[in-house]
């Protein structure tokens, strides 16, 4: 299976630019997919196709990368984007990322 | 507006069964593929299964194949979970999703229900 490696933790103040990374095991193309998670809510998607916003997400969200590295940028954060960010991908097997808690100061 | 709203969960002894059910709405339900996601409490996502838009296909990951099985019913717009032989281990948050095609090789999930809890404990 493809293994998605993201950082554990950041921590930003509101209005900062923040990106999180998301490194493949193996390439997936552009077959990377971005979901948050606030606590004790569903996975939301915001992101597909390593750059393609979901339809309704603020367009302070944002995704790159093709291959093995991905990011995800947002910016400016806001206090509301608290929340634990997956990536996913479905090349080999579908499998997700640890996922990265953003918090903010 | 799609929703999906998952029922079934609760608190199972180990080597039971329990049958988890996802009623959808707000879209043509047998036009998609649908899978099952589940989250261990306080832990990442791990996709369950899959099931194609027709029932005829269907994918598992290697810790439930045997045990588990998915299904559908388009009539009645909805998915199923059955899981057998039910270990510790499966103790998770279910949550039933929408399943997109990105790519013939890449798939996403755009919509998820709200999730129901399984326990598996003596």
């Known amino acids: 299976d493809t293994v998605l490696t993201q950082s554990p933790a950041l921590a930003v103040s509101p209005g900062e630019r923040v990106t999180i990374s998301c490194r493949a095991s193996?390439?997936?193309?552009?077959?990377m997919h971005w979901y948050q998670q606030k606590p004790g809510q569903q996975p939301k998607l915001l992101i597909y196709?390593?750059?393609n916003l979901e339809s309704g997400v603020p367009a302070r969200f944002s995704g790159s990368g093709s291959g093995t590295d991905f990011t995800l940028t947002i910016d400016p954060v806001e206090a509301d984007d608290t929340a634990t960010y997956f990536c996913?991908?479905?090349?080999?097997?579908?499998?997700f990322g640890a996922g990265t808690k953003l918090e903010l100061k | 507006e799609v929703q999906l709203v998952e029922s079934g969960g609760g608190l199972v002894q180990p080597g039971r069964s329990m049958k988890l059910s996802c009623a959808a709405s707000g879209f043509t339900f047998n036009n998609y593929d649908m899978a099952w996601v589940c989250q261990a409490p306080k832990k990442g996502l791990e996709w369950v299964a899959t099931?194609?838009?027709?029932?005829?296909?269907?994918y598992y990951r290697d810790s439930v194949k045997g045990r588990f099985t998915i299904s559908r019913d388009n009539a009645k717009s909805t998915l199923y979970l059955q899981m057998d032989s039910l270990r510790s281990e499966d103790t998770a948050t279910y949550y039933c999703a929408r399943q997109v095609g990105y790519t013939t090789d890449s798939y996403y999930f755009d919509y998820w229900g709200q999730g129901v809890m399984v326990t598996v404990s003596s």
């Open positions: 196709g390593a750059s």
């Open positions: 099931i194609s838009y027709d029932g005829s296909s269907t």
């Open positions: 996913q991908q479905s090349w080999n097997e579908y499998t």
């Open positions: 193996e390439s997936v193309s552009t077959g």
